[in-house]
């Protein structure tokens, strides 16, 4: 924290395919003829489909809105979705035979797609971009570096919140949605450096980045109450 206030110290960013910043000068053109070329920040500019990365965001914002309770009982958690003649299932299968009833607080384990889905359906579009906006979604991360963010509308609200539809994210706010879960369940501010060294040689300290304008929060008993689901089923089962 700086004042109070959570921060995402960025310790590495990887982004490939990579170039030589030596040869920047002489390869320039070469570089910046792919599309995307290297010059492209994978961490803070390429957007990719999330998929079940939603999963502990939604079932947090839900919870702490009062729509789920982590206790609720599923029907039927572990049916297939099919999108685009792709058959998304639980990342863990049902074992034969068993008959057990299965809660939200499971599927943070199991990474079934089928609840997520139809929550998603059930809230509808509204609800759903507030809480992709309550975790700075749809706002770039205050980085002094190039960053993307997507603008498009929702068009399907359940297959939105299995990470799908025109859902994207960079990887740099996916991770900083996540560490609002793994802090007290603010949004944190991201900072790429502590220092910078000026031309008198001395360090001048570098401020963190400010979270995404007008994102809210979940409790910090909900964020515990979140990262607390993935040992759920290991100690149900044992």
Not at 92 to 110: F, H, I
Not at 121 to 137: A, M
Not at 180 to 197: C, I, Y
Request: net charge negative; glycine share 10%; charged share 15%.
């Amino acid at each position: 924290e700086i004042g109070g206030e959570p921060v995402a110290e960025i310790r590495a960013m990887v982004s490939q395919p990579a170039y030589d910043p030596n040869l920047i000068d002489t390869e320039f053109e070469q570089l910046a003829a792919g599309q995307p070329g290297p010059l492209v920040n994978r961490a803070t500019q390429a957007q990719y489909q999330p998929g079940l990365v939603t999963q502990p965001l939604i079932t947090a914002a839900a919870l702490d809105s009062g729509l789920i309770s982590l206790d609720a009982t599923l029907e039927e958690p572990f049916l297939p979705v099919t999108i685009d003649g792709q058959v998304l299932r639980c990342a863990q299968p049902r074992v034969e035979g068993d008959a057990s009833l299965y809660t939200w607080a499971e599927m943070a384990k199991l990474r079934c797609p089928a609840p997520l889905q139809a929550l998603g359906n059930e809230i509808g579009t509204p609800t759903l971009e507030d809480i992709f906006r309550r975790f700075g979604l749809d706002q770039a991360p205050d980085l002094p570096l190039p960053a993307a963010v997507n603008g498009a509308p929702i068009r399907n609200p359940g297959l939105a919140a299995i990470g799908q539809d025109t859902l994207t994210l960079t990887p740099l706010q996916a991770a900083l949605a996540i560490g609002a879960l793994a802090g007290d369940g603010h949004l944190p501010g991201p900072r790429l450096v502590e220092s910078l060294a000026g031309a008198d040689g001395r360090w001048e300290p570098q401020p963190a980045g400010q979270p995404p304008v007008g994102t809210a929060s979940v409790s910090p008993e909900v964020a515990a109450a979140v990262r607390n689901c993935s040992s759920t089923l290991s100690r149900r089962r044992a």
